[in-house]
């Protein structure tokens, strides 16, 4: 088999870069090795940015995100029962989405799969070699046949526990990596939210998050340690400390059946560069961000956005000028989102030393984002996403 682009990953980074070639007439191939009903149901993150949601309205997969999609303009930071409103679309003109990722990748493989895509769904031990040729080799079994597809380029979309980043010589890849003493047990939970903006709590007991999905589905999450076992956290026990932690006069959390919890730990990761040869990796494959600035799918988006428009200027014009700058305009995003969302996790999370320096350090942040127009307008630009015109 033989295409232009070979795409290891069908979730949002794989399926949105296939989409984007399609559009500018370049043909690709991408390989999955969950289902496609695992695929479509697995509960990420929920947060689009502006810029996020506009591309995919100027793409054609608007339709259900203008219907379904929630705008918010402001966030909820609450600490000592007191809450503090960031207007964020006041800051800076912009906004953002409620749109579940699940709904992004449904969106998706329905465009793709309209438009005759090649996405293959349940493939088995995918392999990449000569990508220091001019001809990359994927190989991969699907439907019990051994299959090999040639290519110009390969992206790697698989995440961050996939295959695409060890195709890269280790001595030619620097990582950085930092790990959070902390992790989210998120749930989600049929009932409305009891809330119309995102609020962030921090509470001595820890973080507590409440966000939605839709008008009568909540999506919240609790600071706990690394190594908690869900089985600990009946569903009780779970409503008990997301009272306590949210708590303020007058607020009333609504309860209701849980319908799916997990824990998630948090880490900083990101590998230099992004390329080699003709291999580009996209989204986790290259980059993890702790989730409290909601900045996964964004950063993910914003990666195949810019490796589109260098594929495509390099089958209109041969330049590869775009394609061979693609690892740094990537990463100038990649470390400005990963010094908001460490910042955000270290000023709201309870952390060692919250008790006594460290935390007065913590208050003070907060209390300058909060009664500072300079703080806040920091936290709603980076929060919203910062213009692609900066690239």
């Known amino acids: 088999m033989r295409t232009q682009v070979g795409i290891v990953g069908g979730g949002p980074a794989g399926l949105l870069l296939s989409h984007l070639l399609h559009l500018e007439g370049i043909e690709s191939v991408v390989l999955e090795a969950r289902s496609r009903d695992h695929v479509i149901h697995r509960v990420r993150a929920g947060v689009l940015e502006q810029a996020t949601a506009e591309l995919l309205t100027e793409t054609g997969l608007g339709d259900r995100l203008a219907v379904e999609g929630l705008v918010h303009h402001g966030i909820e930071l609450r600490w000592d029962g007191v809450s503090h409103r960031i207007p964020l679309t006041e800051l800076t003109g912009r906004s953002i989405w409620i749109y579940g990722q699940q709904k992004v990748v449904e969106d998706l493989i329905a465009a793709r799969l309209a438009a005759h895509g090649a996405v293959l769904f349940e493939v088995e031990g995918v392999s990449i070699a000569g990508v220091d040729g001019t ?28 295959i695409s980043r060890d195709a890269i010589p280790k001595p030619a890849l620097r990582v950085f990596r930092s790990d959070y003493p902390f992790a989210w047990l998120g749930v989600l939970a049929e009932v409305a939210p009891s809330t119309d903006e995102l609020i962030y709590a921090s509470h001595p007991r820890g973080f507590a998050l409440h966000s939605l999905r839709s008008p009568s589905i909540s999506r919240l999450y609790l600071q706990v340690e690394p190594d908690t076992d869900v089985a600990d956290w009946p569903d009780a026990r779970i409503w008990e400390e997301l009272r306590a932690r949210l708590a303020k006069d007058g607020f009333t959390l609504r309860d209701g059946p849980v319908l799916e919890k997990n824990v998630a730990t948090m880490r900083s990761f990101v590998v230099e560069p992004m390329q080699h040869g ?12 702790p989730a409290t600035g909601a900045k996964g799918l964004n950063l993910a988006v914003h990666d195949v956005r810019i490796l589109a428009r260098a594929l495509a200027r390099f089958y209109q014009t041969g330049s590869t000028r775009l394609l061979d ?14 010094d908001f969302s460490s910042w955000m996790s270290t000023m709201l999370h309870r952390l060692p030393g919250s008790d006594g320096f460290f935390g007065r350090l913590q208050q ?16 709603a630009e980076n929060y919203v996403g910062l213009p692609h015109e900066l690239d």
Do not use: M
């Open 364 to 379: 003070a942040q907060r209390e300058y984002v909060c009664r500072s127009e300079a703080g806040a307008r920091s936290l």
């Open 278 to 289: 003709r291999l580009f990796l996209a989204g986790d494959a290259a980059h993890i961000v």
């Open 325 to 338: 700058g693609y690892s740094a305009v990537c990463l100038k995003r990649a470390w400005r989102v990963q």
């Open 135 to 162: 001809t990359p080799t994927l190989r991969y079994r699907h439907a019990g046949e051994v299959l090999e597809l040639r290519c110009d380029f390969v992206a790697g979309c698989d995440g961050f526990h996939g």
